[in-house]
């Protein structure tokens, strides 16, 4: 099972942009779906977007359409999640996660491959 890392969290201000970015310690995510995750501090851990393996399908939040955009570099094994016009609400450590299976991930019901998390904190 692969190991995750994520990158390119930090502190930005409403209305900025950051992207995050996932990536396979030890060895690659190119035949996985991979998918996005955040947790506010009290909240649940809710779903943001997923990609399928080879990037032919991708799913988002309804709420999140439009702001995100999640996509795959196969040739540098990473899935990147471009975030814009970002809110106070969205202050959250977001997660990766990778499953052979599209649909466990958007369902979140993957027991596949988490990584630790990426804090996102945006200011009013």
């Known amino acids: 099972q692969v190991q995750l890392v994520e990158s390119g969290g930090g502190l930005v201000q409403a209305g900025g942009s950051l992207r995050l970015s996932c990536a396979a310690s030890g060895g690659s995510l190119n035949n996985y779906a991979v998918g996005w995750f955040r947790q506010a501090p009290g909240k649940e851990r809710e779903f943001v977007a997923a990609?399928?393996?080879?990037?032919?399908?991708?799913v988002y939040t309804d709420s999140m359409k439009g702001r995100f955009t999640i996509s795959r570099d196969n040739a540098k094994r990473t899935v990147d999640l471009q975030m814009n016009s970002l809110k106070p609400e969205d202050t959250a450590v977001y997660y990766c996660?990778?499953?052979?299976?599209?649909?466990?991930?958007?369902?979140?019901?993957?027991?596949?491959?988490w990584g630790q998390g990426t804090q996102v904190t945006v200011s009013s």
């Open positions: 996660a990778a499953d052979q299976i599209l649909s466990r991930i958007v369902e979140s019901t993957s027991s596949g491959a």
């Open positions: 990609i399928s393996w080879n990037g032919g399908r991708r």
